[in-house]
């Protein structure tokens, strides 16, 4: 039972997938979100753009990675007032510099908890106004939204992280089909399958999936607080609109869990188990594929790493927000092992940078991640370099920054395939211990390897699962079969509180007329022996 | 997006699945359920065979369909005591019998529900007797066990409905996979993911996911009933071997939740949506195929239906279990129709038996369903005969007569797609106008194709995903990382009961301290308020 047995079907398998004749091509509007998302999201639409289908994505004026032009997609560009529009690059940098200094200064005070929240719910609702504004934006233009009509479009596409599409599709009756890992409320899982908390670890808490009594607590305070932060903070804005666009019977929730078909960019090499449902396919680590080789420049000087190989360091796309105090704590770890770095650096170059380090503005990640002299990867813990170092068995050393990261790194943490140094705390001392055992103890790779080849033994590659499902949901005008509308039950019916309150209610009664006779039968009893002994 | 797309892409990946080499091959040990359910299991290990891997089956000496010897297995053949051991063919048959007389005479009175319960568990009791003996016979067998043992197995292949092979493969700590639709407490996904009753139907109640108030409150006491039948009627069987061979420290459901992968023969066109596991695969309805060409004799029969076309009824592996009184209430609804009619009969031929029908003790149920003259199948809910069904497109007449077929026939009739009789108020006239609304209301047939492109339309046909999954745990040794082990926790923790009743304690003494220094400002104001006064 090899490996390679499987790698063999999976090539197969994706090969009759491609040369399958594509009969009927299908239009495809698509709503993703700006940044790390768009990577993902541009991926799956190139493939389906390659199947013969018609894509259309809709961005704003100022959006950061998604270009007006594209060969595989037309694009439809909305302009948002500018008080509300978001440059998103430099907010998100903005962001991460503020982060970093409210947690250096606050420390573990209530003060600092206190500001963190406030800084990140002010930040998520200026989000969420702009995603919102673009459904307004939308629906104000009535030429626009009748050329839309006209186009016929057959599915909508949505990242629902950002979820202007979903209004938008429910107004145009189109299928929906989610490429999808947050929703408003967090992880995606916990409105579209029961997720118990008590081995679910919430959205926001990096804890794994065994936890003690004062985790199991913390983690239901948590889902307490993202669900209040939800009502409070993020869904007026689309609830608003809800109303004004569809009337006061229509519930922004039930639209967003109405999606037919939810690809979601999980895979339980890396997510813990957890519940799901039979409309959730899983596209985790889709992007991935086989590395290219490098160009002559990098090749050299990856070969002149000789034995001890290289490590590649890299914080993705807030890659600028690195304060400089802690980069020159990174460049002189470096500085002291003999292995080459290469790191992709924006913004003001360490000056006690090792002569082992290279540092670039970009770089081929992929390629270099899948290249036989790679020791280990040192990244922020976003999902798509973390699927990539999956792929390739590479074991890592994560600085989570914001969002999630922090609980993704937690995940590779419960695998044994990565270390992690919070960011604040980063020492010159501290950092280069933690490479140090990563590179040392073999464990970390062994790990990171059975993690790849479960990863890569799959009965079809993920990204043909989503062209797939997405082909599906077109095919048959949804996916009705595979979802449940349980959601719209009342709350307290789809938790049977009315049945046990009920049955709670007949159980009494029974015991009140049960208690009621036998004491009727006790008086009767001890009345006729009074009687007859007098 | 047509069918044809799909099928295209299905056949190339089957093919290309087919072709894939078999570098290692495996051993794996079977332990099957007779009847209609070893129809299912010996497809799956005949596919195992075909890739290469040696199979050993586990069976009673009086093995009902499981024969001794094929060219496709080795077996081993356990003898059991006499008193212990069942005659299947005969036992199902008469408990057929009696639950047919006890709910006509009983009808829908206290004791008709007393005497239908005994009946059903007694036998229910009898048959896990039976199983649980088997596991004695072979513990108690040491040779055996050590030439099991030295055979050096790779996988458990177990059909839990009867578990005998859960105890097996734990002794021989061998990776394990159900071929699963029930459990001993019923449906197999109550254990798997949280199931919630105010829309999953539980086992034994026949409803569908859209439930009044009454009908919620039904399914609940369905559950409640389930959960003490299989506390109190059927564990104990195991629970007592499991203390005896492996310490009171193991609990037999434990080693029920612990398999590593739940292969469910379920597909979503038949069962209605319900959470669901990253361990679960579906592969309801593997068994069915393409017809073949009938025998010139029935080709011929069947063309001299003309423009009409024909009907099939077969009762399945309780075929001989139908009355005659009910048989030729049936006889005299098929004399009526201008249809052909090919019944699989076996027993005493009813007196009034119209010209249009053929009695036949056995048929080519699969390629009779894809002939394109048949008009409707009259079956008693089987799952193998509702997914053969299915694939064909052909509606459906119900006679439901025990167990699951009720439930079964719900979902077929929530579809639109079946109408059901009860066997024990069947009447000529009502079957027939069954027959004719069904014949003539072309919704049924439309409905039934529908459901026949969603189930034909899969990325991986479901035989190759079985197949696929079994290779799967034997490669990887397990699929720990798709299995939660949260059914190890104590119910109370799961449930987050001591986390809700730790967080109102918390609460409770916030609310009394505040109180209480509200209380004690408002009394020193009051009191200075006093003295001022004074």
């Given at each position: 039972m090899e490996r390679g047995r499987s790698l063999t079907l999976l090539l197969l398998l994706t090969l009759s997938f491609l040369l399958s004749p594509d009969v009927n091509a299908g239009k495809i509007l698509v709503f993703p979100i700006d940044g790390s998302h768009w990577v993902n999201m541009n991926l799956l639409i190139r493939s389906l753009h390659a199947r013969g289908h018609e894509i259309t994505v809709v961005r704003t004026s100022t959006s950061w990675y998604i270009k007006e032009e594209a060969s595989h997609y037309r694009s439809i560009t909305v302009t948002l007032p500018e008080a509300i529009s978001i440059e998103d690059q430099d907010f998100f940098v903005t962001l991460l510099v503020n982060m970093l200094t409210i947690q250096r200064e606050g420390g573990g005070s209530i003060m600092g908890f206190v500001n963190f929240y406030t800084e990140m719910l002010s930040c998520l609702s200026r989000i969420h106004q702009q995603a919102s504004q673009l459904v307004v934006e939308m629906f104000e233009n009535k030429a626009l939204m009748q050329s839309i009509r006209d186009a016929h479009f057959d599915l909508a596409l949505v990242d629902p992280g950002l979820p202007a599409g979903v209004l938008i599709a429910h107004e145009l009756k189109l299928p929906m089909v989610f490429n999808v890992r947050w929703i408003t409320s967090g992880e995606s899982h916990f409105v579209v399958a029961p997720s118990p908390t008590s081995y679910v670890p919430t959205s926001g808490y990096a804890a794994s999936n065994k936890m003690s009594f004062m985790q199991r607590v913390k983690n239901m305070l948590y889902y307490i607080f993202n669900t209040c932060i939800d009502k409070l903070v993020v869904c007026p804005h689309y609830d608003r609109l809800v109303e004004r666009y569809f009337g006061s019977d229509v519930n922004f929730y039930h639209l967003l869990q109405g999606a037919d078909f939810w690809l979601m960019r999980v895979d339980f090499v890396f997510e813990f188990p957890r519940p799901t449902m039979p409309n959730v396919g899983y596209i985790g680590g889709f992007q991935c594929e086989p590395s290219k080789p490098l160009s002559s420049e990098l090749e050299e000087f990856v070969q002149s790493s000789g034995e001890?190989?290289?490590?590649?360091?890299?914080?993705?796309?807030?890659?600028?927000?690195?304060?400089?105090?802690?980069?020159?704590?990174?460049?002189?770890?470096?500085?002291?092992?003999?292995?080459?770095?290469?790191?992709?650096?924006?913004?003001?170059?360490?000056?006690?940078?090792?002569?082992?380090?290279?540092?670039?503005?970009?770089?081929?990640?992929?390629?270099?991640?899948?290249?036989?002299?790679?020791?280990?990867?040192?990244?922020?813990?976003?999902?798509?370099?973390?699927?990539?170092?999956?792929?390739?068995?590479?074991?890592?050393?994560?600085?989570?920054?914001?969002?999630?990261?922090?609980?993704?790194?937690?995940?590779?943490?419960?695998?044994?395939?990565?270390?992690?140094?919070?960011?604040?705390?980063?020492?010159?001392?501290?950092?280069?211990?933690?490479?140090?055992?990563?590179?040392?103890?073999?464990?970390?790779?062994?790990?990171?390897?059975?993690?790849?080849?479960?990863?890569?033994?799959?009965?079809?590659?993920?990204?043909?699962?989503?062209?797939?499902?997405?082909?599906?949901?077109?095919?048959h005008k949804g996916a009705a079969h595979l979802r449940t509308e349980s959601y719209k039950m009342p709350w307290y019916a789809y938790h049977s509180l009315d049945v046990i309150c009920f049955l709670k209610a007949v159980l009494f009664v029974l015991l009140a007329i049960t208690v009621g006779c036998l004491r009727f039968l006790c008086l009767r009893l001890c009345g006729r022996r009074k009687s007859k002994q007098e």
């Open positions: 001890h190989g290289f490590i590649l360091m890299s914080l993705g796309t807030l890659v600028k927000g690195l304060p400089v105090e802690i980069s020159s704590e990174i460049a002189a770890a470096f500085a002291q092992i003999p292995h080459k770095v290469i790191w992709r650096h924006v913004g003001e170059r360490p000056n006690n940078l090792g002569n082992n380090t290279l540092l670039v503005k970009w770089m081929p990640q992929n390629d270099l991640l899948g290249h036989p002299k790679v020791r280990a990867f040192v990244g922020h813990g976003g999902t798509n370099g973390i699927y990539e170092s999956i792929y390739h068995g590479v074991p890592m050393i994560g600085i989570p920054l914001l969002f999630d990261q922090f609980e993704n790194m937690v995940r590779m943490e419960a695998r044994g395939a990565a270390k992690v140094v919070e960011a604040i705390q980063l020492t010159r001392e501290n950092f280069l211990q933690t490479i140090q055992e990563v590179l040392h103890n073999p464990s970390y790779r062994s790990n990171m390897e059975r993690l790849s080849s479960l990863h890569r033994d799959k009965p079809v590659h993920p990204l043909d699962t989503a062209v797939y499902w997405v082909e599906f949901v077109m095919r």
